[in-house]
């Protein structure tokens, strides 16, 4: 079935050091993916998007690229800092008129100090 | 300005005994979603609400689950009967008509004893 999922359940990184999340999907037809950050007890958190006509997108201090062809896509945190640590799901609207999002079990990011 | 607000943020009740959760969208949003996320899990759909359509409700996972919007803005969402494998955290998000990224509340932790 289609499914977005996350490659590793935890990443653990040195505070400073860059950090880089993946995620692979399998609907070729997902135009749209939505990188989300939640903490312990907190909802999940809007970091940045990307739509499928563009493979790069930057913010502040991150960035997430898109590979179509391969259908995969990535999210990469500079400087990672004690306050990134946190589970990152990747999050791909369902191709249905809600909209619904489908979230992968997440990669757990822990940073080092 | 305010976000998603969830209330309560945690209830323990026994089996057997009706719930009744809350959520108030962001202002002006008219999509409403509700999730339910286990432990260490991603999320899972369970209703959808567009403005005064009729609600999506093919995430339910049972009879004893249902939801309502009123006056377009706060939703309840009523478990009866709960039973253990209810226990979750419950997640409300709202976005913009057709629009994404959706914001989460924070939740309700949901144990059944």
């Known amino acids: ?113 | 300005g305010a976000g998603v607000s969830q209330s309560p943020s945690n209830k323990v009740t026994e089996k057997g005994k009706d719930v009744e959760l809350r959520c108030d969208p962001i202002s002006g949003h008219t999509a409403l979603y509700w999730y339910r996320q286990s432990l260490g899990q991603g999320l899972e759909f369970l209703i959808y609400f567009q403005g005064n359509s009729a609600p999506d409700k093919s995430g339910l996972p049972s009879d004893r689950f249902s939801a309502e919007r009123t006056g377009g803005s706060v939703s309840t969402l009523t478990i009866q009967r709960t039973q253990q494998e209810d226990s979750a955290v419950y997640l409300c998000a709202s976005s913009e008509p057709g629009e994404q990224p959706q914001h989460f509340g924070d939740g309700t932790r949901l144990s059944i004893l």
């Open chain 1, 1 to 113: 079935g289609e499914s977005v999922g996350l490659h590793l359940p935890t990443l653990s990184v040195q505070e400073g050091d860059n950090s880089i999340i993946n995620c692979a999907y399998s609907n070729s037809a997902s135009d749209y993916f939505i990188w989300y950050k939640q903490e312990s007890g907190k909802g999940p958190q809007f970091i940045i998007d990307i739509r499928s006509n563009m493979d790069k997108r930057q913010g502040q201090r991150v960035t997430v690229l898109l590979n179509k062809t391969v259908k995969h896509l990535s999210l990469q945190i500079a400087a990672t800092q004690p306050g990134d640590s946190a589970v990152y799901f990747c999050a791909d609207p369902m191709d249905t008129g809600r909209r619904a999002l489908t979230f992968g079990s997440g990669t757990r990011l822990q940073v080092q100090p």
